[in-house]
Every structure is written in C-alpha cells, then in structure tokens.
C-alpha cells in the first residue's frame, strides 16, 4: 500500500491514521476534512466545552506538529468534489485531484433537521460543531426561555448543562420515554426523574408543530398538544443522518449510510467506510452507530489490514459501547439491545449507582450503567465472551459477577481495542 486517502478528519478519520503510522506503515497519506478547526473531539462540545470548563484547544485530537512529524499531510477547509473509482482519483474543491490505491471514507453525520416551519429563525441551534458549542454558550448567557427538542444523548447534556447555568429548560421529546432508541424503561426513567430534580420541564409523547418568531428572531415553540411555548433560544436534537452523498454519488451500495461488509470494504474492495457513516454488520442485522468507540474501533480495524503484508479477511466483531454524562450522572452502555428485553436490575437505583441487565430469552444482550463502572466493565467482558448468567445470577447480590466475568475467555481479537472513555 503506497497511498492512502482519508476523506474526514473527525475521530474514525484521524484514529485510522493514526493506527496506520502506530503499525509501521509508510504509506503517504492525505487526510481531507472541511472544517477550518484542527481536529477535535466532538463529545465535549455538549459538555465540559459548553460549560466554558475546558477550551477547544484542550480537546484536540493531535498537535499540529504530530501530523507533521508523522508525515501526515493534513488538508483543512477542503472538500471531496467527486471520487473517480475508475482512476482511483478524488477531485477536490480547489480543483486539484488525489491519486489513492485505497480511500477511507470517514465521512461521519451531520444534525437532522426540524422539519417544521420556522426551523431556520435565528436562536435556532444545532450542537455539532465548536463554533455551534461557542455560540451556544454565548446564548445562553443572554438567554431566559430556552427550549430544547429531543431527548436523546444530545438533547440531556444540554439541558444539564442549561440547568447548571442556572435556567430552568423545557425538553420535548416525541417518543414516551426519555433516551427511548437507547436506552431500556428503568434507565429512561431513571434518568427523566434526575433531569426533573434538577428543574427541567419535560414534556413526554410530545412533537413540535412550528416555531414562531417576530422581526426573524424565534419566540416561541408550538407543540403537537397546542401549547405555545416561550422560547428566546431552542436547542434541536432530534437525531443525524450519515454524511453519504459523496459515496453514493461515486455508485457505492448506501442504505442510510455506506454499506460495508463484514471486514468494512465497501461495495467497492479499494475504498472502505467507518464510522457513523457505514452500515455495517453486527450480529444479523446492518446497522449504523454513533460513539467514538466504534469510530475508533473500526479504524484500528482498517488500519491492521491496509498496513498487513498478508491478505487480511478477518471481520469485525467488536462489542459497542456508549456513554454520556449528564450533569452527576454518568451513563455507561455497553451491547446492542432487542425491543422487548427484560430487564434485571443490579444495585441501587434509589442510591443513584446501579446497573440494568437486559436479557433476551437467556442471552444477555446489554449491560446499562448508571454511575458504576464496576458494572458497565463486567458486561463488556461478558458480551465480548459471549459468557451469559443467568437472570438469577444477574439478580442476586450475593452473586460473585466479578468473578463470573473473570472466568469467562473473551475471543481472539484480530487487533488491540480501545478501552477508554
């Protein structure tokens, strides 16, 4: 392998290179991404970024001078045009082209948009980028009514961090339940009580109708109910959509997001997807996912086979895991839950430190964690051995899970894991 294109400079972009110069490949590449900033992580953004506790600057993925010194030729405020597969070219907006003999799309998602009248009115934000993240905390120092749609990762680790500036926030959220494509009904309600505690008005099984506003400035929030709601600043996160359309401009197989087969090759055997971009694999059915676990993770992946010597076919199987913080709470998820999982609680809920076990049938699918590390760590080594307890055993608190977890052999792993968070 001699060149090596990234298209993206976010977590899966920078961690495949990254991974490519950890394993001795002398490769040339050419990292693309469109935004200005030296890359960053994103989870910050809603968090410690928007509180004002740490700056950008303190959340970079690498210095400036690693990209340098690891011969990185790192390209900013630049966008892919067009990929050519048949010249193995990518055009880019300046008019120049790259030559690549493998492409690495890592091209992750962008914020969905509310589809509902007055969506564009100033005061209206998504969360996705630093200058999103500063002009938000801008506004929230001048803000009184604030409203935020959509309760999910998102949509909470701003609401806690509007309540930890001191306003007091309406959440609207279509589904129920609170974090309800993620998360089981004890962690949903679990988690709705503590964002309640701290004064957040949460409006459950309740959709957005339009958004009012005077002189372009919104106003007000109109719900499904009919209610008007006052808002000066509404915070919308309401989910993402992968970031596609170059892939399937160049004819690749994309289903709501680039499909990839099991070693995260795409239709096209000299380009591969990872990230929140690709829909790959796990277990029986194709799916997309958002963590930087999974960005991570796959861009080990990738790496190991461009930089092995030998034919590499081996598939990806690692487990996902997840997490979030919100306000006190941390949240620890680990595993891909069915719809109709039973739930075994271990701990204290009441004691705000405990762990959800979701079965279905006796195969443990997930391990949910609130503010217990311990917990969220024994179900990623029993979902990645494929070692189940029983529902008895996940019950009982006499029960030695420590132990049982230990005793489980994980398999084989084809390359190293991450395992920070």
């Not at 490519?20 to 693309?32: D, H, M």
């Amino acid at each position: 392998m001699t060149r090596v294109v990234v298209i993206g400079a976010g977590q899966a972009g920078i961690g495949v290179t990254e991974a490519l110069r950890a394993k001795g490949s002398s490769a040339q590449i050419t990292v693309v991404g469109g935004e200005d900033e030296l890359p960053y992580e994103r989870p910050p953004l809603s968090k410690d970024v928007l509180l004002g506790k740490v700056t950008v600057d303190g959340v970079r993925l690498r210095s400036r001078d690693w990209y340098r010194t690891h011969d990185v030729d790192l390209r900013l405020s630049t966008w892919v045009e067009r990929i050519d597969r048949d010249s193995r070219t990518v055009l880019l907006d300046d008019g120049r082209t790259l030559e690549y003999d493998h492409l690495v799309l890592a091209t992750g998602s962008r914020p969905r948009r509310l589809p509902v009248p007055g969506a564009d009115l100033d005061g209206v934000l998504n969360l996705a980028t630093p200058s999103d993240s500063a002009q938000l905390r801008d506004r929230l120092s001048r803000a009184r009514d604030v409203v935020v749609i959509g309760a999910g990762f998102i949509g909470l680790e701003v609401a806690a961090a509007v309540t930890a500036s001191g306003l007091r926030p309406v959440v609207v959220e279509l589904a129920d339940r609170v974090l309800a494509r993620v998360a089981g009904p004890v962690l949903s309600a679990h988690v709705a009580a503590r964002h309640v505690d701290r004064g957040v008005d949460l409006r459950l099984g309740t959709g957005v109708t339009e958004l009012r506003g005077t002189e372009g400035q919104v106003t007000h929030v109109v719900t499904s109910t009919g209610e008007v709601i006052p808002a000066d600043l509404v915070v919308v996160g309401v989910g993402s959509v992968p970031a596609d359309g170059l892939a399937a401009d160049a004819g690749l197989d994309c289903r709501d997001g680039v499909v990839v087969d099991e070693t995260l090759r795409t239709s096209d055997p000299a380009i591969s997807a990872i990230g929140d971009c690709c829909r790959f694999p796990l277990g029986d059915q194709p799916t997309r996912l958002e963590s930087v676990q999974n960005a991570t993770d796959q861009a080990r992946h990738v790496a190991a086979r461009l930089a092995s010597a030998a034919p590499f076919w081996a598939p990806y199987r690692e487990v996902p895991w997840f997490w979030s913080t919100q306000g006190d709470l941390k949240l620890q998820m680990v595993g891909v839950p069915e719809s109709q999982d039973d739930e075994v609680v271990r701990g204290d809920p009441g004691g705000g430190r405990f762990s959800v076990f979701r079965y279905s049938g006796d195969d443990l699918t997930c391990v949910e964690s609130v503010n217990h590390a311990p917990g969220h760590l024994i179900g990623r080594r029993l979902l990645a051995s494929g070692h189940s307890p029983t529902r008895e055993q996940a019950a009982d608190p006499g029960f030695d899970l420590k132990a049982f977890a230990a005793a489980a052999q994980p398999p084989t792993r084809t390359h190293e894991s991450a395992v920070t968070w």
